[in-house]
């Protein structure tokens, strides 16, 4: 089974309208043709710094896809051509699962299963890209937010 995660990009920017990572077995990118569902093989996102790239994010002010890396928290941006990833700044937890832009805010929200004793607790964090400062919003009322999005107007999903 093929879990993937999708980033909507900008025509103009990108060499594919959508790209999907698949965090569950290869960490390869793919290139995603969402009429058709057809995959395009990019490369292996498991590269350098990046060991377990797990969401991605469209940024289209820059023009970059960004992602957020489970195994050390490891977040920057990810080559749409290429795969190869570059580190904005590492977080220095693992868990981390979700990655959206928000446009409206210029920043970004992350999610994490956090470990408390020996349990995990949901948490919602921001990153702002021009300080690479985390901020922890709150507390999520389960574990497993492992996708999130934002809308124009920066509704969070």
Do not use: K
């Not at 395009?40 to 960004?66: K, Y």
């Not at 985390?134 to 809308?151: H, I, M, Y």
């Amino acid at each position: 089974v093929l879990a993937c995660f999708a980033a909507c990009a900008a025509p103009l920017a990108a060499q594919f309208p959508a790209y999907v990572l698949d965090a569950a077995q290869t960490n390869d990118l793919y290139g995603l043709h969402p009429s058709t569902g057809h995959t395009v093989p990019i490369g292996p996102a498991a590269q350098g710094d990046l060991s377990g790239a797990f969401d991605l994010a469209w940024r289209n002010d820059t023009r970059e896809l960004w992602c957020i890396d489970n195994s050390d928290g490891d977040i920057g941006t990810l080559s749409a051509a290429t795969a190869v990833f570059a580190r904005s700044t590492s977080l220095g937890l693992h868990g981390w699962y979700g990655i959206a832009w928000d446009a409206s805010a210029s920043l970004f929200y992350l999610s994490i299963d956090f470990p408390i004793g020996g349990t995990r607790q949901g948490r919602l964090y921001t990153y702002e890209p021009r300080s690479r400062q985390a901020q922890l919003v709150g507390l999520l009322p389960q574990t497993g937010f492992f996708a999130l999005d934002c809308d124009a107007n920066g509704q969070l999903w």
